[in-house]
């Protein structure tokens, strides 16, 4: 594969019945490169955690996802409140997810670290009152 | 372990049984936070749950989770039932609460997953 490929999707809004399809779209077309079962679990892992902080906190947005030979760079964008302090969002247990999110089992503070924890590179551009875009990088 | 021995050491029902889905289940992982179920599950876990929302159908997808029991006496609703007949993942239900669903399976040999050596 000389040349990338990039999938576009949509993430909507407050949508937790389709929430999660991006995700899953990725880890079939990882499945069909043969990229190891690690691999894709980390990468989806990072995905999943973002797009659904797209759905929870940014409004929906934009997902990117473009395969490389050696590797797979995902773009979450949304035009949410943006993170005021990106540090403290890093810190597992810090959330500002309300009630019913929690309810869901999300919102406890673990997405942000999740997504440090599974990637090889995390990239995280916010500004308050603009959005949030995650730039992910998950190694092959 | 089977679907059809842990529904039956459950005193549970099965709501969906994947027939192509022969794993055989080692280990458990009880949760109701899906950012610990991706922080810390291992393969072919049995993923035991009070949640019941689609959500917890796709973290069981991310983590390549092919069996849920929601416990307590939790139905999932038809959206969740759906997906997972999609994701072919095995659902079952028992009315025994979360501590004594997993201290059940693990009296029959099913053991944690990471941090347990």
């Known amino acids: ?140 | 372990m089977k679907v059809c021995d842990i529904a039956k050491i459950l005193n549970g029902n099965i709501l969906f049984s994947n027939e192509k889905c022969e794993s055989d289940f080692l280990t458990a992982c009880g949760a109701d936070l899906m950012s610990d179920v991706m922080a810390f599950a291992r393969d072919n876990e049995i993923l035991l749950t009070g949640l019941t929302n689609p959500q917890v159908v796709r973290t069981a997808e991310m983590m390549d989770i092919k069996a849920i029991v929601f416990v307590r006496g939790k139905v999932p609703p038809e959206v969740s039932l759906d997906l997972a007949r999609e994701l072919g993942v095995n659902i079952i239900c028992t009315k025994l609460p979360m501590f004594v669903a997993c201290g059940k399976l693990y009296e029959h040999g099913i053991t944690g997953g990471v941090h347990e050596e």
Do not use: C, W
């Not at chain 1, 990637?119 to 009152?129: H, M, N, P, R, T």
């Open chain 1, 1 to 140: 594969m000389n040349q990338s490929m990039v999938k576009v999707f949509d993430i909507q809004k407050d949508d937790f019945i389709s929430a999660g399809e991006a995700s899953s779209s990725v880890k079939k077309i990882l499945k069909q490169l043969g990229v190891s079962p690690e691999v894709i679990k980390r990468a989806v892992i990072s995905m999943y955690e973002a797009e659904m902080n797209a759905v929870i906190h940014g409004g929906g947005g934009k997902g990117y996802a473009e395969f490389f030979k050696e590797h797979i760079e995902i773009i979450i964008e949304d035009n949410g409140p943006g993170i005021e302090n990106i540090e403290l969002a890093m810190q597992e247990g810090y959330s500002t997810a309300p009630g019913n999110i929690r309810e869901m089992g999300f919102g406890a503070g673990m997405g942000l670290p999740n997504i440090k924890k599974h990637s090889d590179q995390l990239e995280i551009k916010s500004e308050v009152g603009k959005g949030t875009t995650l730039k992910i990088t998950i190694n092959f």
